[in-house]
């Protein structure tokens, strides 16, 4: 498991904020949903524009997104037009269990976890560990005071809990519902959770 380097005690230490997109009907109806690139629901593109009180627009010096709608249409209706798009932040690749349920899923493997079996055509916690690690080097990397990021469930339930240096498959420990806000940040030089699926 790759781990991550403590900062310095002098070293800037950046706080980070998380937003997962606002309802699709796939969210609604309990479908993973990772490549499938749906709209917001009517709900979902009220509830991300009401995170546009809770996110100050000036105060971020990096603005991240997921290549898809959902997460773009989140950030543009919270107030940030223009996110860099970075492909990391894409959705968990759920493979052959697209746009199926749990429940559905469990009929014919009982005992799975995305958490721990990934999904089959699709990524294992370890691909998704990956590309998470690179995603907070670059947060940890940035010079700015706060950076802002827009993507999904499960992908960020992943940032969670890599952050504190935990394995991929502690995320599911971690609930996160749509248009939620978190916040990353340290515990003097030690990562630390600030807050988590506030709505």
Do not use: C
């Not at 993973?32 to 546009?52: F, K």
């Amino acid at each position: 498991m790759a781990t991550f380097r403590q900062p310095d005690r002098q070293a800037h230490r950046p706080e980070i904020w998380l937003v997962r997109h606002g309802q699709t009907e796939w969210s609604r109806d309990g479908k993973h949903t990772s490549s499938t690139d749906l709209p917001l629901t009517p709900e979902g593109e009220r509830a991300a524009r009401s995170l546009a009180a809770k996110l100050d627009g000036g105060s971020f010096g990096l603005v991240l997104s997921s290549p898809l709608q959902r997460a773009r249409t989140t950030a543009v209706l919270a107030g940030f037009p223009d996110p860099e798009i970075d492909d990391d932040l894409r959705e968990w690749d759920y493979g052959d269990y697209e746009g199926i349920t749990t429940p559905e899923i469990r009929e014919t493997d009982p005992d799975w976890s995305l958490w721990t079996d990934g999904s089959p055509g699709g990524e294992s916690p370890k691909d998704v560990e990956t590309r998470v690690d690179r995603v907070i080097a670059r947060l940890r990397a940035f010079d700015g005071e706060r950076a802002l990021v827009f993507a999904h469930g499960h992908i960020l339930r992943v940032v969670g809990a890599r952050w504190v240096g935990l394995p991929a498959a502690d995320g599911g420990r971690l609930r996160l519902d749509t248009a939620t806000v978190s916040i990353l940040g340290w515990e003097r030089e030690t990562p630390a959770i600030d807050r988590w699926n506030a709505p």
